[in-house]
């Protein structure tokens, strides 16, 4: 109940009272990654969202697969409910049949209970499963699409072009448009996606709506100290500290910028990268670090957790993101500007919509290790002779993620259209 005291025109008190009802929802989050280990961008939309909605009153789910991480198949994490079911990945058909058969046999045993309001996908495989039970037909549907799956699997798999890798590319697009199709409404992370979709899926306009990205505000801050940290982290002051963090895997760009570093200690910059993440590029990159004479100047940290994350984002001079293809938006771009520590980007999907809006200077001319370097070099000029400047775009960095990129402010969208607003 909420009661309202205001004076009319003849200047008289008038008492009002609204009675409110708060409306809350049984929410299944339906994916294909966890929230156990936010290893990425899309396990950190899943856990922001589901803590967001948990938060509001909901009660959240989580509907997706056991990973080899995983001891259990049932798992409570910050209140959300985490179910999970087994897969056979021995092959693809097994891998697919699997997914379908114990991904409904799972939400049979716990879901039917549950009387869902809506369903939301993040993933198409989960979200098959779901969408072929007829249980599930009458009940409102969302999905997520941070990229388009058959791209990422392709990118993957560049030289690839046998019977086998040809009929997955299919399935797997056929099976996004499914789920795309069976969802009320489809929501992306960038304009970039959604246009995407728009031409390669041929989803209708305004079935389509745009949330951005976001990051943790209470986590993700400006370090007091910069210096500081960097001794927490055994690392030694130098002149030019660069950071990146991707999936060790080719479409992030990762040689190239070992390529930009090599350029830049040739022209004189010392230059030291550090890279965090893991994937099956490791050992590939070691042998060009090694192969560059770059063993002094980047260091591969493995698997950051959030925590550790954002120390170095603190502790870098600048953020590199030099993806070549498919970044449907980014999370760490935004993360490392809430940091206080600038960017400089490839200029590539969703990433040109966030640096246009506040200094497209920052992106690079193209994908190249020379564009890399050539701009890495302008700026640390900068950074190097006029120090006000670059406190500057530290300021500024923070100020257009506090502003455009709140988890808080974006899921309230989300939270109105899994209701039907």
């Given at each position: 109940m909420i009661i309202l005291r205001y004076k009319n025109c003849q200047g008289h008190y008038l008492l009002v009272i609204l009675f409110v009802t708060m409306t809350t929802m049984n929410v299944l989050l339906a994916a294909d990654v966890s929230i156990k280990n936010l290893l990425g961008g899309g396990e950190r939309v899943l856990y922001e969202e589901a803590r967001f909605l948990a938060q509001q009153g909901h009660k959240v789910c989580i509907l997706t697969r056991k990973l080899e991480s995983h001891g259990t198949f049932d798992e409570v994490i910050d209140g959300i409910h985490e179910f999970r079911y087994e897969i056979n990945a021995q092959n693809p058909a097994s891998f697919l049949f699997s997914t379908i058969k114990n991904a409904q046999k799972r939400y049979q045993q716990f879901c039917l209970e549950q009387n869902f309001d809506v369903i939301?996908?993040?993933?198409?495989?989960?979200?098959?499963?779901?969408?072929?039970?007829?249980?599930?037909?009458?009940?409102?549907?969302?999905?997520?699409?941070?990229?388009?799956?058959?791209?990422?699997?392709?990118?993957?798999?560049?030289?690839?072009?046998?019977?086998?890798?040809?009929?997955?590319?299919?399935?797997?697009?056929?099976?996004?448009?499914?789920?795309?199709?069976?969802?009320?409404?489809?929501?992306?992370?960038?304009?970039?996606?959604?246009?995407?979709?728009?031409?390669?899926?041929?989803?209708?306009?305004?079935?389509?709506?745009?949330?951005?990205?976001?990051?943790?505000?209470?986590?993700?801050?400006?370090?007091?100290?910069?210096?500081?940290?960097?001794?927490?982290?055994?690392?030694?002051?130098?002149?030019?500290?660069?950071?990146?963090?991707?999936?060790?895997?080719?479409?992030?760009?990762?040689?190239?910028?070992?390529?930009?570093?090599?350029?830049?200690?040739?022209?004189?910059?010392?230059?030291?990268?550090?890279?965090?993440?893991?994937?099956?590029?490791?050992?590939?990159?070691?042998?060009?670090?090694?192969?560059?004479?770059?063993?002094?100047?980047?260091?591969?940290?493995?698997?950051?957790?959030?925590?550790?994350?954002?120390?170095?984002?603190?502790?870098?001079?600048?953020?590199?993101?030099?993806?070549?293809?498919?970044?449907?938006?980014?999370?760490?771009?935004?993360e490392a500007m809430a940091c206080a520590t600038p960017v400089l980007a490839t200029p590539i999907g969703g990433t040109i919509e966030i640096l246009n809006g506040l200094d497209p200077s920052f992106l690079f001319k193209d994908t190249t290790p020379q564009a890399m370097a050539d701009l890495i070099f302008e700026k640390f000029a900068i950074y190097k002779n006029n120090p006000d400047a670059y406190q500057q775009w530290c300021i500024n960095a923070r100020k257009y993620a506090e502003k455009n990129y709140s988890w808080e402010k974006n899921f309230i969208n989300m939270e109105s259209i899994l209701k039907g607003n």
């Open positions: 939301h996908f993040h993933q198409p495989f989960t979200a098959l499963a779901v969408n072929l039970l007829v249980e599930t037909k009458n009940i409102k549907k969302v999905y997520t699409c941070h990229s388009l799956s058959f791209e990422e699997y392709r990118s993957r798999n560049p030289q690839n072009h046998s019977l086998r890798f040809t009929l997955n590319l299919f399935f797997r697009k056929s099976i996004e448009k499914f789920n795309l199709d069976k969802s009320d409404k489809i929501t992306t992370l960038s304009q970039f996606t959604k246009n995407k979709l728009l031409h390669i899926h041929r989803i209708k306009e305004n079935k389509i709506v745009v949330i951005p990205g976001g990051f943790n505000r209470h986590l993700f801050q400006p370090a007091a100290d910069k210096n500081a940290v960097r001794q927490q982290l055994n690392i030694d002051h130098q002149p030019l500290i660069l950071f990146t963090v991707r999936n060790l895997v080719g479409r992030m760009g990762l040689e190239n910028l070992l390529q930009a570093v090599a350029i830049l200690r040739q022209k004189g910059v010392p230059a030291s990268l550090f890279i965090g993440g893991q994937g099956p590029l490791k050992e590939k990159l070691q042998a060009l670090i090694k192969e560059l004479r770059l063993e002094g100047s980047v260091t591969l940290c493995g698997f950051l957790a959030q925590e550790t994350l954002l120390k170095y984002y603190q502790m870098a001079d600048f953020f590199i993101l030099p993806t070549i293809e498919l970044e449907g938006f980014g999370l760490v771009t935004i």
